[in-house]
């Protein structure tokens, strides 16, 4: 499923129009229908008291199609005119044209606010479609004190495409936004319903076709971030023949670990053994032996010399790293004045086996970016904001911003595979883009990040390729701890909780295939 900007999503409608011959109208009454279609499968009960808010531009066209779908029906919802008549042009005036012809009733912003208030109060459903994906910058009067009134009020919200208010392509919102419960969105998702306050805003998010498919983005040559779905989670996973054996699912190894930071590599060797892997080995710095294999159940343990709870920089040998097939280096690892040093003599000493480098292992690798870059295997890097604002030198704020660019052109610069992290972990490679939507404050605790990274390495450790091992990875991780916050709470969920759920997910994804 593919993401779309604003000017991306203007061109392919005039790509519609102009070279398919659908026309605006058309496209139009497609939109409303879905929309009037969901709200009567909702409310069955064709008294349910609804409020529709009409903009000047397509949205507002889309709001009357709504209206009279819904009256037509036998419903009774209160429709708003917010601009005056004069402003609508185009097909929005078409559809006030028809709705006020056929003496349909509405009704207009200059009654007043105290009016459209006493409305809001009455209504248990607000269709919200006032302002599209044009929205750049500050919503102005009166649609902002209109949306702080919808706001206000306890409705089931639904926007028309977009949360009015929301940045099409940003995300942001500069002052205010309708928080919406469900958003019905056309031909495909808009790219800001994943950055920044999109998803505080955009509720669940349903694409209708309207007639317009992505293949009209191929035919006019447009390179596209997409989704994660579901089906592409499981469809990117490792093939598993039923008569392998240990050997056949790859060797994960895992440096890391400290004194202060015991359990982050023990959480990445248990999720890669528990994700499939056929072995699960931690290496880790001989003074945290005791604690740690006392936590162990899965993993295999090598010891490095190590000096004040951290390795001392010595110790790689060939004999470490054979029949592995996949690395992963950082968790717990901890900041000690040889880690750029020990984290290189690693990468030289492998065979073009694929790398995932996470946690303090990125900061360690921060100034030796050209060792990715002419590395023969696949690199994967796994960081949060505050470590990809390290990586490029920029600000949380800056990299928060721009989640996607950056990403893309720090993956495409270095030839490295990136997972950025946040609460919708972006994928990147030099190739493409995906977004994953899923995950909650659940995964918002110590020792989730470090899950994730178990999770790549064993995708990579059983031969998934780089954009296969993380987008598998990334949903599984999300939905894991979506379940386990539904199982128990989502303060209570801990990463042993997130293991276990990210089985079941697992289970689920072999009886579909």
């Known amino acids: 499923m593919k993401i779309v900007k604003r000017e991306e999503m203007l061109e392919i409608e ?54 009279r779908r819904l009256i037509d029906a036998g419903y009774a919802p209160a429709v708003w005119l917010l601009v005056d008549e004069g402003n609508l042009k185009g097909d929005a005036r078409t559809q006030y044209q028809i709705h006020t012809g056929r003496g349909l009733p509405l009704r207009l912003v200059e009654e007043g606010m105290s009016s459209l208030d006493e409305t809001l109060k009455q209504s248990e459903v607000l269709v919200d479609a006032m302002l599209g994906t044009g929205v750049k910058g500050a919503v102005r ?11 206000a009020h306890d409705l089931h919200v639904i926007s028309v495409d977009i949360p ?36 505080s805003v955009v509720g669940n998010w349903h694409v209708k076709d309207i007639s317009v498919p992505e293949t009209f983005a191929d035919a006019l040559g447009m390179k596209l971030p997409e989704v994660i779905t579901h089906e592409l989670a499981a469809a990117s996973l490792p093939k598993r023949p039923r008569f392998g054996h240990k050997g056949t699912f790859g060797h994960a190894l895992v440096f890391g670990g400290s004194k202060p930071f015991v359990g982050a590599p023990l959480y990445s060797a248990h999720t890669a053994f528990h994700c499939g892997a056929g072995l699960s080995t931690l290496v880790i710095p001989e003074e945290t032996y005791p604690v740690i ?7 295999l343990i090598r010891t490095l010399p190590s000096d ?70 696949p690199v994967v890097l796994t960081p949060h904001p505050g470590e990809m604002g390290t990586l490029t030198g920029k600000s949380v704020p800056e990299v928060e911003a721009d989640r996607i660019g950056i990403a893309h052109d720090f993956a495409s610069r270095h030839n490295v595979n990136l997972v950025l992290k946040g609460h919708r972990t972006i994928v990147a490679t030099p190739e493409g883009i995906w977004v994953n939507p899923l995950g909650n404050d659940a995964l918002a605790k110590g020792g989730t990040g470090d899950l994730l990274t178990g999770m790549i390495t064993a995708f990579l450790a059983q031969g998934a390729r780089p954009e296969d091992a993380m987008r598998a990875a990334v949903h599984i991780h999300a939905v894991s701890g979506e379940r386990a916050a539904l199982k128990g709470s989502h303060y209570g969920v801990v990463p042993d909780d997130i293991i276990e759920a990210s089985r079941e997910v697992l289970k689920q994804m072999e009886a579909e295939k």
Request: aromatic letters at 8%.
């Open 14 to 67: 005039r790509y519609a129009m102009e070279e398919i011959g659908i026309s605006g109208a058309v496209l139009m009454e497609i939109a409303g229908n879905h929309v009037a279609e969901a709200i009567m499968r909702s409310y069955p009960d064709q008294s349910v008291h609804i409020t529709i808010l009409v903009g000047g531009g397509n949205n507002g066209g889309d709001g009357f199609v709504i209206a």
């Open 293 to 299: 294999a006392s936590q162990n159940q899965t993993a």
């Open 141 to 151: 009067e009166p649609f902002s004190q209109i949306i702080e009134q919808v706001n």
């Open 164 to 199: 009015s208010g929301l940045d099409c392509n940003t995300g942001k919102v500069e002052n205010v936004a309708v928080a919406a419960d469900d958003t019905y969105t056309f031909a495909m998702p808009k790219l800001g319903f994943f950055l920044q306050d999109g998803p």
């Open 308 to 377: 004040g709870g951290h390795f001392n920089g010595t110790g790689v040998a060939p004999e470490l790293f054979e029949k592995v097939t996949a690395v992963a280096i950082g968790p717990g690892m901890g900041r000690f004045e040889a880690g750029p040093e020990f984290i290189g003599d690693i990468i030289d000493h492998l065979d073009a086996q694929p790398i995932v480098i996470d946690a303090d292992g990125l900061f360690h690798i921060k100034d030796q970016m050209e060792l990715l870059s002419r590395y023969e295997g």
